[in-house]
């Protein structure tokens, strides 16, 4: 089983900075897309901002400019530092990996419980 354990969320003021981390562990042969999406109250999840093995990133364009996605590739970890925070940043926050567990496994998608961010005005 692969587990995804999510940190950094909290309350910011608008203009503030977060950043969150998220690291993969458990069963893994190998961990290709990771990145984040988000859900606001009411609201669809959406993509925020993802990162491939290869490094291409994925942004949305509310965040642009704003947010930065990285990656640890031997610890199997991605961060969003999120910049210029806004009230409409205010979300859940949900780390997402594609894991193979094991060579001969298909890729899965993992999700991570989640992190809430509020930002104040």
């Known amino acids: 089983q692969v587990q995804l354990a999510e940190s950094g969320g909290g309350l910011v003021q608008a203009g503030g900075s977060l950043r969150l981390s998220c690291r993969a562990s458990?069963?893994?042969?190998?961990?290709?897309?990771m990145g984040w999406y988000r859900q606001a109250p009411g609201k669809q999840r959406e993509l925020v901002a993802t990162l491939t093995m290869s490094g291409s990133t994925n942004i949305a364009d509310s965040v642009k400019g704003r947010f930065t996605v990285s990656r640890d590739y031997a610890q199997n970890t991605v961060y969003l530092q999120m910049n210029s925070l806004k009230p409409e940043d205010t979300a859940v926050y949900y780390c997402?990996?594609?894991?193979?567990?094991?060579?001969?496994?298909?890729?899965?998608?993992?999700w991570g419980q989640g992190t809430l961010v509020t930002v104040s005005t």
């Open positions: 458990g069963s893994i042969f190998i961990v290709g897309t």
């Open positions: 997402h990996a594609i894991v193979s567990p094991r060579s001969t496994a298909p890729p899965t998608i993992y």
